[in-house]
């Protein structure tokens, strides 16, 4: 059942294009979800693509142009007129159809929206337009079925009929009154178990969840996986049902955010993916290992300073790496933890003390631990008792300051609103390399002069 | 709307326990969804918990079971007798059922399954104890609507009306042979919308994505994602529906997932959060650091042996943590890249060499940009044209050697299924800190004995 593009596929494929073999072509796309057309797409040279999607169904083409990745939809877009295009648009929900819209320029968007041919579409698409693409206004789409809380179950099942083209997967029903102001919700299941003459005052659910226009898509997401929800309605700030938001936009919102997340720990900027340009990866990456460079290049600097001692004793550059590497575990795994439960949503806030006394005990655990090692090792390899135990106290404090730093981090960037998980990444092992160095250095200054 | 628990409102609450104030905590239990109950429970003492959940109705309560923390949840278990959790657990979806017994002892797991009164449902958690929790079986419920493909409309709603209480979110019916074998589906809408006399065979879905048992729980979350699925139905070899997935259990999956890419990353192991106790911390660090530790006495012995070379150019050692860093750096984010491209499904499968020269050009870039300033740097700094030429070459050598290295490592984990991320973390900078101290003695070695 699993499609997997491999390249003796796509090799057969685009040969099949050059000899337009129509049969074998569409034997293979009637096989495959849209989903898997998508990979195939996006290997195609441009003008292959347009042979193949000719091959295909408005409403899959206008599937898979909504899934695509956006530099191949825009690619795409190129070879056909706004005419052309606006006919895809009118297979699109609205909010896919605004996404798409979102990453066009505004000349060749208003051409496709004033060739759309279904009037109800093109005004729910301007109205989308007008929110950010990252709030609860931008993710929704205007597609739903609702009824009126003074009604029967007769009356909802016509409408549900008038309505039902609009909605592929459909389980509740929104509830409102004569000014359109959301009441409550019905499901099906009910309409189906009840008489036509019951009304829906009788079975509908008052107690709905719903979220306004305005909300963060973040808390659109959070708010939809804590309480199990599969589509939730949007109101206005009258209240009004405007529209609903389903699971699988939250989820997209979700796995974004992890991925985001991630590369914000490992020093990546932007999105970008293993497979991009050379240009782009560059470009990505280059200004976060400057970030690195620079701390290092301090570090050298700050160095200097104590030439004299390395002349004195050379073994002393030997634990360097030792000290600069522990800082920054500890510091990644400090700032990790903390950025986690920023992000579990329904943690209990402790107190920033509380929180740092049990940062304090475990740092001084693991710092116990490792000191103890390593004054053995320092030892055992026949180094003097002085280094192993300067070694030894500096790593103490590096170990405590580095999970300190790393745990306040996060905390600080989180209350001005800048991502925390960049707390996790080449800054803070930039910090910790630094700070450690510094530990180190002044440790063995007075241990040594003594 | 949203519920924040705080700690006024906690001791408010508390203190309403102790006077016993019924009215208070029911009004404020009344306007809280059981989600928002969970935080507060878990913050109280276990006696205080027993006297919370009494003032609830059963279904409030199973549904706060089957969302509270393991060890919170079997907390609260040992108030209880085998027959009171068992009342409870009649509330609960198999699926749910199952994943609390999952977590509990084997004796006490038995007694409340024979204490359980629904036979029905008994049977079926019996069943999905005998799957891996992380496979398809082990994510299924048993509770599913189905109907025969011989039936028509109006036999199906009389189905429905009998199955339907067993079913909160419905919207699609699924259609079985005599033989139980999964035929595909037909949408409740449909079922509205014909008339009782149509054959299910006319209007029902064929084309219908399923799963197989066995299959592992990140390959179904991976699907339902893919294909924007809310349910789907899971079958057994012979291709008999045995059961049935929705969405919220895949979400969950995915955010684990996530949550554990970060924590390889960042080097804590196992599911920890930052307020667990102090040994859980300690434990879940202390190994990642000495992981570290170990490298960097390594590096410490590898040094040892350039002693000499270090008395005589002690300005060497400035430049340990510039070169250690940078490899570390460069490292992970080449594994993260590769780490989210093995994440990303439907990625074409480059082939290796492909992949490898694009890292090596990327690195090559990035490399003489960094090179270049280091080398500035240096001379501007007053050290010796000598000393920036080794410090450039071997920063290099690192920034090429380290992505290499952080490209192939996730690459080689991922063939032996070993969670890439793993790559990321703590491995691949200690890695990477030796192999840079390797680089960087050698070049010297080679360059100054010049």
Same mark, same amino acid.
């Given at each position: ?13 685009? /040969? ?9 072509? *569409? ?6 979800? /849209? ?16 042979? !193949? ?9 206008? &599937? ?72 609860? +206004? ?19 099942? #016509?409408?549900?009929? *008038? ?8 389980? /509740? ?6 000014? #359109?102001?959301?009441?409550? &919700?019905?499901?099906? *299941? ?44 949007? !109101?206005? !700030? ?13 989820? #997209? ?13 490992? +020093? ?12 782009? $990866? ?16 301090? +570090? ?8 004299? *001692? ?23 795994? /400090? ?22 006394? &049990? ?41 405590? =300051? ?10 600080? =960037? ?7 998980? $960049? ?21 063995? +200054? ?5």
């Amino acid at each position: 059942m699993k499609f997997e593009l491999t390249s003796e596929f796509l090799i057969q494929f685009q /040969s099949a294009i050059e000899t337009q073999d129509i049969d074998y072509l *569409k034997s293979v796309l009637n096989d495959l979800y /849209s989903e898997d057309i998508i990979p195939i797409i996006t290997e195609l040279e441009n003008v292959e693509r347009k042979y !193949v999607l000719q091959l295909l169904d408005n409403e899959t083409v206008s &599937r898979i142009f909504s899934n695509l990745e956006v530099n191949t939809r825009n690619e795409i877009f190129t070879l056909y007129s706004p005419t052309e295009i606006a006919v895809f648009f009118n297979e699109l929900y609205s909010d896919d159809a605004a996404d798409i819209l979102n990453y066009l320029p505004i000349k060749l968007r208003e051409e496709i929206i004033a060739n759309i041919k279904d009037v109800e579409l093109s005004v729910n698409i301007n109205e989308l337009l007008r929110y950010d693409s990252d709030c609860a +206004g931008g993710m929704m789409a205007k597609e739903l079925i609702k009824t009126n809380l003074n009604w029967n179950v007769k009356q909802t099942i #016509d409408e549900v009929r *008038k309505q039902a083209e609009n909605v592929e997967k459909l389980y /509740s029903i929104y509830v409102v009154d004569d000014n #359109d102001v959301l009441k409550g &919700r019905v499901s099906l *299941k009910k309409i189906i178990l009840s008489k036509d003459k019951t009304a829906i005052s009788e079975i509908y659910e008052p107690d709905i969840i719903s979220i306004e226009t305005y909300m963060e898509s973040w808390e659109v997401s959070e708010i939809m996986q804590k309480y199990d929800l599969e589509t939730m309605p949007v !109101v206005n !700030v009258q209240g009004k049902l405007v529209g609903r938001i389903t699971i699988d936009d939250a989820l #997209d919102v979700i796995t974004e955010q992890a991925a985001e997340d991630i590369q914000a720990m490992a +020093g990546v900027s932007a999105k970008v993916e293993e497979d991009d340009s050379v240009w782009k $990866l560059v470009r990505s990456r280059l200004p976060w290992l400057i970030i690195g460079m620079g701390g290092g290049l301090l +570090g050298a600097a700050f160095m200097g300073l104590f030439e004299q *001692k390395l002349i004195l004793i050379p073994a002393m550059a030997f634990f360097i790496p030792l000290i600069t590497a522990t800082g920054g575990n500890v510091g990644v795994q /400090s700032s990790s933890l903390i950025v986690q439960s920023l992000a579990a949503s329904d943690a209990f806030e402790e107190s920033i003390f509380k929180r740092l006394w &049990r940062v304090f005990i475990v740092a001084f655990v693991n710092a116990a631990v490792i000191c103890t090692i390593v004054l053995l090792f320092v030892l055992l390899i026949g180094h003097p008792l002085k280094l192993g135990i300067v070694v030894s106290i500096a790593l103490f404090f590096v170990v405590v =300051l580095a999970s300190i730093v790393g745990t306040i981090t996060p905390l600080i =960037l989180d209350k001005f609103n800048i991502n925390p998980a $960049l707390a996790s990444g080449p800054f803070i092992t930039t910090f910790n390399d630094l700070l450690g160095l510094a530990v180190y250095f002044l440790v063995a +200054g007075m241990l040594f002069n003594l």
